[in-house]
């Protein structure tokens, strides 16, 4: 295992290289992209089932790290943007404070794609061709299942968690130590608070295929720049 957690493998003289996070596909791919430009060749049976679900593993993992994040502080950006949540002390945010809040639920996405622009910009010869299409299956499939469980846990959290009942129910357990101002205060700001879920809901599904869509336009636009290259050079 080298210091960077990428386990290298020997076989037949090639080293096999199994990632064990983001960082380490991009460096994976940098490595067998600059040996296949060089001229290496790798046999057809040296990218196993095995290598292909590690692969795989490792994109869904990928992805619910960076989705989970978002779906904690999706909510939280849109009740900043309605000026229902406060930010920084202030219940007026700026146009500063909102753009703040929203890129605080959007940034590990954001920067993911980006990565993965760079990773797809990679997709031109065979054996690295293989590497990335199935990295990128499990991080569509991860995009998909976290999207999914979002948008039911929303929905599940308006309807059921807080409906007016429950809320009501809960708040009554605190009738002895608060007065009953400031639990129709919790109890207004909570419903006008829910909607929130929903907005929330649909923004994950359109963000997610937004999200997928990225790399796959960046792998269109790689296959046609190399073949416009490729047909240059003949």
């Keep these: 295992m080298s210091k960077d957690g990428t386990t290298i493998i020997e076989k037949d003289g090639s ?13 994976i791919v940098w490595t ?7 001229g290496v060749e790798f046999p057809e049976d040296f990218f196993t089932p095995d290598d292909m679900l590690k ?3 490792c994109g869904i993992l990928e992805s619910f790290k960076s989705g989970l994040i978002t779906v904690l502080f999706t909510p939280i950006a849109f009740g900043v943007i309605s000026r229902i949540v406060p930010i920084f002390g202030e219940t007026d945010p700026s146009t500063f404070d909102k ?3 929203f890129f605080l639920a959007m940034s590990l996405t954001i920067a993911y794609a980006f990565v993965l622009v760079s990773i797809t910009q990679r997709y031109i ?4 061709k293989k590497i990335i299409k199935n990295f990128l299956q499990g991080v569509m499939i991860g995009k998909i299942l976290i999207a999914i469980i979002a948008f039911f846990f929303y929905h599940w959290l308006y309807i059921k968690v807080l409906s007016e009942d429950n809320v009501i129910s809960v708040l009554r357990l605190f009738k002895l130590f ?3 101002d400031k639990l129709n205060e ?3 700001w909570v419903m006008t608070f829910k909607p929130v879920l929903l907005t929330s809901a649909w923004f994950i599904v359109l963000t997610t295929v937004v999200f997928i869509g990225i790399p796959l336009i960046s792998i269109v636009i790689t296959v046609r720049k190399n073949k416009q ?3 240059e050079d003949l």
Excluded: C, W
Aim: glycine share 2%; net charge neutral; charged share 15%.
């Design 32 to 38: 067998y992209h600059s040996m296949e430009q060089r």
């Design 55 to 57: 692969y795989s593993t």
């Design 229 to 231: 290259l490729t047909e």
């Design 125 to 128: 010869f065979p054996f690295t």
């Design 15 to 27: 080293p096999k290289l199994i990632p064990h996070g983001l960082f380490d596909i991009m460096k």
């Design 99 to 101: 753009m703040f809040a």
């Design 186 to 188: 919790v109890y207004l």
């Design 178 to 180: 608060i007065n009953s």
